[in-house]
């Protein structure tokens, strides 16, 4: 069959035609649409998941600022206490021990030395707690544990290097001014 030879009659089709241009017509803007809907939502996908992490954020603000409240109604504004918690926090770090919480005692500013008492609440294995509690006490400044309690991990199993512990820590630390 010769293809130069093949006519069409669009006369006779001219509704069939019409029809299939409408259609063409239709899928192809309804993909435009489509797409242009796809970009909106994809957009406000992300405004919601950027909404959360602002609202997470805050939450972590807040909670951080609570914290700082219990530092600032204890007295804990010397470059000491924070120098203290900081060697406190690498220590803890070096043996894996997962501070939970830190509740500042009193701060007291006697002549030549200030005395900080603070509270630690600890997750760790039990012998890297007492590497822990050895380091704390070999620290620069005269590092008195004055209260220890250790209890068995609700979690199942066992720390890297024995059971896993939680432990309530009391300290005073005896710092002499600069």
């Known amino acids: 069959m010769d293809m130069s030879s093949?006519?069409?009659?669009?006369?006779?089709?001219?509704?069939?035609?019409?029809?299939?241009?409408?259609?063409i017509a239709t899928i192809f803007f309804g993909r435009k649409i489509l797409d242009a809907q796809k970009i909106k939502l994809i957009s406000s996908q992300d405004k919601i998941s950027n909404y959360q992490q602002r609202i997470e954020l805050a939450?972590?603000?807040?909670?951080?600022?609570?914290?700082l409240g219990k530092f600032k109604n204890s007295g804990w504004q010397t470059e000491e206490s924070a120098a203290m918690m900081g060697?406190?926090?690498?220590?803890?770090?070096?043996?894996?021990?997962?501070?939970?919480?830190?509740?500042?005692?009193?701060?007291?500013?006697?002549?030549y030395y200030f005395?900080?008492?603070?509270?630690?609440?600890?997750?760790?294995?039990?012998?890297?707690?007492?590497?822990?509690?050895?380091?704390?006490?070999?620290?620069?400044?005269?590092?008195?544990?004055?209260?220890?309690?250790?209890?068995?991990?609700?979690?199942?199993g066992s720390g890297e290097y024995g059971p896993a512990v939680k432990a309530n820590i009391g300290i005073i630390a005896f710092i002499l001014k600069k």
């Open 115 to 156: 005395t900080l008492a603070m509270v630690l609440n600890v997750n760790a294995d039990y012998f890297n707690l007492t590497k822990f509690l050895s380091a704390i006490e070999d620290l620069e400044a005269l590092t008195k544990i004055t209260s220890l309690q250790i209890t068995p991990s609700p979690e199942p």
């Open 59 to 67: 939450r972590e603000i807040n909670s951080l600022n609570k914290e």
């Open 87 to 111: 060697e406190i926090n690498d220590i803890a770090s070096q043996y894996g021990i997962e501070i939970l919480s830190f509740d500042p005692g009193g701060l007291q500013d006697n002549q």
């Open 6 to 23: 093949v006519k069409i009659n669009f006369k006779e089709h001219k509704e069939k035609i019409f029809i299939l241009l409408v259609v």
